[in-house]
């Protein structure tokens, strides 16, 4: 079982940036997928940024530009760097492991950006 804590999240003004981090601990991250979604109030579940284990990313159109992941295999560590924030992206984010299907998820974190 592995278990993912993230971290990071909060309030931020429009135009403004937050990171976010997941620490997943386990001997499997470095060959599994990492991915960020997000569901905002009355909306569905939706991939935010995904990245393969051999470094191919993946943004979703709302984000491009803004926001950044990355992982770093040797902390066991996935982050998603936002930018240029919106109130649209007022969300609970969620980090997950190895794919939406199969994989393992975070708790969420509460992301709120205020125009």
């Known amino acids: 079982q592995v278990q993912l804590v993230e971290s990071g999240g909060g309030l931020a003004q429009a135009g403004g940036s937050l990171r976010l981090s997941c620490a997943a601990p386990?001997?499997?991250?470095?060959?599994?997928?990492v991915g960020w979604f997000r569901q905002g109030p009355g909306k569905e579940r939706d991939v935010v940024a995904n990245m393969t284990s051999g470094g191919h990313v993946k943004y979703a159109e709302y984000v491009k530009g803004r926001f950044t992941i990355g992982r770093d295999n040797a902390k066991k560590t996935m982050y998603l760097q936002m930018d240029n924030l919106e109130p649209d992206d007022t969300a609970v984010y969620y980090c997950?492991?190895?794919?939406?299907?199969?994989?393992?998820w975070g708790q969420g974190i509460q992301v709120t950006v205020s125009s």
């Open positions: 386990g001997k499997e991250f470095s060959i599994l997928a």
């Open positions: 997950n492991l190895g794919g939406p299907e199969l994989g393992y």
